[in-house]
């Protein structure tokens, strides 16, 4: 028995792939630029510290957007 592979049609043109790829590959290389400044000025600790608090606030800012204050929140039943 043979099944028929049915994939999900998209509009998307090959102008807009092709930008959202470039975005892709501009924002994973500038990672690798700021971890190449991280490993020779900043020790270590601090910098990996800094890259988690970073982290935590751009989170933390798009929960507050999205879904406001009362989602950032851990309520007395999450507790044990």
Sequence with gaps: MKSKLVLPHSN???ISITISLGIIYFVWASTYVGIAFMVEEIPPHT???FRFVTAGLL???LILITKGPKYLF???KQVR
């Design 74 to 76: 851990v309520d007395k």
């Design 59 to 61: 989170i933390s800012t």
């Design 47 to 49: 910098g990996s510290g």
């Design 12 to 14: 998307a043109s090959a």
